[in-house]
């Protein structure tokens, strides 16, 4: 049996490798010229470690060193708005791993035959029947499987009536600092703008910054320094270390809900099927769960039980996923001082419980 896949980000290798285990004939056909990601941090949490686990890759991220779940919430100023018991976290859903992307994508490229890999190749339509039209032909296989992300050809080719990506109104920046101190992992609100800062193993500090922005604008380095200046330690001494080259910069967009993953011998998978806000780091991770599942549907079922079976246990849990992390995120670009003030003064009263409770269903899954 032989499966295409269009794309070749994280969740399209991980496709890769679940089919290649099975002992599927596969191809990867990637438009970029090489298979890799920007440089920039990604969590890993208990979930997507679980669905590594399932690959049999989830030693080898292990192995590089653990990290702590996230800390909480802060002020500006440094209070803290919301403060986890990460113990308590790591004991009841397991273990968080920070990587670079670019690590994770070797990963899980090397566990894929190189003869299997086609970079440099755009795909520019998918038929139902199986069919992919790219630069370099058309390849026909038993199944298709759409990892092509948030503006996926993909996606477009079989539903050309789904209205496509919404920019959500903030703009995210993404570095990896010099190695450094910091305490733990956390985020910081301000008034429609928020920081986070997550220690990698190797003592590089990966940060994200996101701020309420006009499509399109973009902003340097030195301005976000400024921006950030009179936030709370560590924060301007991560962006002064930063170089202007390892910031990069990307408009935020999630897609609305599909009706259905499966169109004929055709599955989309990770953001090509619910491009989600960053909110709660999930995007990556429920794609590892897509590809594990897919493959394991698929191989199981054959590919039309197989794809209706994947249809059925993943788009609930996706668009759950994306749901919470949609509403998880809105206080944080909040902007006017009365409803911030509110937000600042009732989050401290929630109890911590509650943090625990809205991402439990995302961190429970197992493969
Ligand atoms: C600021 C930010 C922080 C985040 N942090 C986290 C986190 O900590 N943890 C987490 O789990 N998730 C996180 N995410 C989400 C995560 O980055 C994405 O959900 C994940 O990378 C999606 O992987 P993918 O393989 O589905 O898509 P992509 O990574 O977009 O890969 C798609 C691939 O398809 C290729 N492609 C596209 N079109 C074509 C074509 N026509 N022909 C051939 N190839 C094509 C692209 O070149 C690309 O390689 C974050 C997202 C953002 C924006």
């Not at 403060?83 to 994770?104: P, Q, S």
């Not at 990698?200 to 309420?212: E, I, K, Q, S, W």
Request: proline content about 7%; glycine content about 10%.
């Amino acid at each position: 049996m032989k499966v295409v896949i269009v794309g070749g980000g994280i969740g399209g290798l991980a496709a890769a490798v679940a089919f290649h285990q099975r002992g599927w004939q596969v191809e990867v056909l990637e438009r970029a010229p090489e298979f890799t990601e920007i440089g920039a941090g990604l969590s890993i949490q208990p979930n997507g470690l679980r669905a590594l686990d399932a690959l049999g890759l989830g030693d080898a991220l292990r192995s590089g060193g653990l990290a702590d779940p996230p800390a909480g919430i802060r002020r500006a100023d440094g209070t803290w708005l919301v403060r986890n018991d990460i113990t308590d976290l790591r004991r009841r859903f397991g273990e968080w791993v920070t990587v670079h992307r670019a690590a994770l994508v070797d990963l899980l490229r090397t566990a894929v035959p190189a003869r299997a890999l086609r970079p440099g190749t755009r795909v520019s339509h998918v038929r139902p029947d199986g069919t992919v039209h790219h630069d370099g032909g058309t390849t026909a296989a038993d199944l298709v499987v759409g990892a092509d992300g948030v503006h996926s050809v993909t996606r477009r080719s079989l539903w050309p009536q789904a209205p496509g990506p919404r920019y959500v109104g903030y703009s995210a920046w993404r570095l990896i600092a010099p190695p450094q101190h910091v305490e733990g992992s956390a985020e910081t609100w301000g008034r429609g703008e928020r920081f986070g800062h997550v220690p990698m193993p190797d003592g590089r500090v990966y940060c994200y910054l996101m701020a309420n922005a006009p499509i399109g604008s973009r902003v340097s380095l030195g301005e976000l320094r400024q921006r950030f200046a009179h936030w709370h330690d560590p924060i301007p001494a991560l962006l002064r270390s930063a170089r202007e080259e390892a910031v990069a910069q990307h408009d935020t967009y999630e897609l609305p809900k599909l009706r259905t993953y499966v169109s004929g011998n055709v599955a989309v998978l990770g953001d090509a099927a619910h491009a989600m806000t960053p909110n709660l780091g999930q995007g990556a991770c429920q794609a590892l769960e897509d590809a594990v599942t897919l493959a394991a549907a698929v191989d199981t079922l054959g590919v039309r039980a197989g794809l209706a079976e994947y249809d059925r246990v993943r788009r609930p849990r996706t668009q759950m996923i994306a749901r919470r992390s949609r509403q998880v995120g809105a206080p944080a670009h909040w902007s006017s001082p009365p409803l911030t003030a509110l937000r600042d003064a009732a989050l401290p009263l929630l109890p911590r419980a509650l943090f625990g409770r809205s991402v439990t269903a995302a961190y429970t899954w197992s493969a």
